[in-house]
């Protein structure tokens, strides 16, 4: 049987932007990635084999790498991970021309930017420490158990690890604050995640100038130096505006 493909698209670039020969996609070392040209505006994409499964994790590695590297270089409006039209004039005549002014727009507005994230997580013993001392009903709790089997004091263990959630939860409220105003006079957005594990303590998106990369690294650094000992703190990017660009999907 013939091959059956498809056309995966990754995100929406200015139109004089033309494609790196060596960038691959979706697909490895097939997957060339290409661009389809519309008035101010152009989409990156590559052949699929629509007949080989898609959503592996490489995969989505292979879309988000390509959209971080590009934005580093030029304003992108990422395309929701898994989108495939029929054709190349498909991807003019669904995606690019219905919504040209609307893409070419955003565009504009994201020139010379691109997305970074602040990842902080609690020491664990650090913080759970500070909130054992400055809760007495913590402490008390924690008493009680000490040297007693985990049976005979399942209520009380039940109790204190309820106790110190609600502590960590209050703390990283405050933390997640704390960081959002640490970057911000440096940010031309500012926006904070959901926790993604127990010990995260903040997790914010920050849309920054690219030539201002230097004093976002500085103001990451000092933060890290002051709450040492207390936060483990991470700087990622540039990456692709996830948190600033509603992700698009062809036909909606």
């Known amino acids: 049987m013939p091959e059956v493909t498809g056309v995966y698209v990754y995100g929406i670039v200015p139109g004089d932007v033309e494609a790196d020969p060596e960038a691959r996609g979706v697909g490895g070392d097939s997957a060339s990635v290409t661009v389809v040209h519309h008035g101010r505006i152009a989409a990156m994409v590559s052949e699929l084999d629509l007949d080989r499964p898609l959503g592996t994790p490489a995969d989505l590695l292979s879309h988000e790498t390509l959209l971080d590297a590009t934005a580093a270089v ?26 040209h002014d609307e893409f070419d727009a955003a565009l504009r507005e994201l020139e010379g930017k691109a997305q970074y994230v602040i990842s902080a997580r609690y ?14 009903q913590i402490s008390r ?78 103001k990451v650094e000092e933060l890290a130096e002051r709450r040492s000992g207390q936060l483990e703190v991470r700087l990622l990017g540039p990456l692709a505006p996830y948190d600033f660009v509603t992700a698009l999907r062809p036909g909606e």
């Open 74 to 99: 030029v304003p992108v409006l990422p395309v929701r991970f898994g989108a495939v039209l029929t054709h190349r004039q498909a991807v003019v005549d669904e995606l690019l021309a219905p919504h």
């Open 123 to 136: 020491v664990r013993d650090s913080v759970l420490r500070e909130v054992i001392a400055a809760d007495p």
């Open 141 to 218: 709790l924690r008493e009680a158990i000490r040297d007693k089997p985990e049976d005979a004091t399942r209520n009380e263990r039940i109790a204190l690890g309820q106790a110190v959630n609600t502590a960590i939860d209050a703390r990283r409220q405050a933390d997640t604050q704390a960081v959002a105003e640490a970057v911000a006079p440096v940010a031309e957005g500012v926006i904070t995640r959901e926790p993604a594990g127990e010990y995260e303590a903040a997790a914010v998106a920050v849309l920054a100038d690219l030539d201002r990369e230097q004093e976002l690294v500085r």
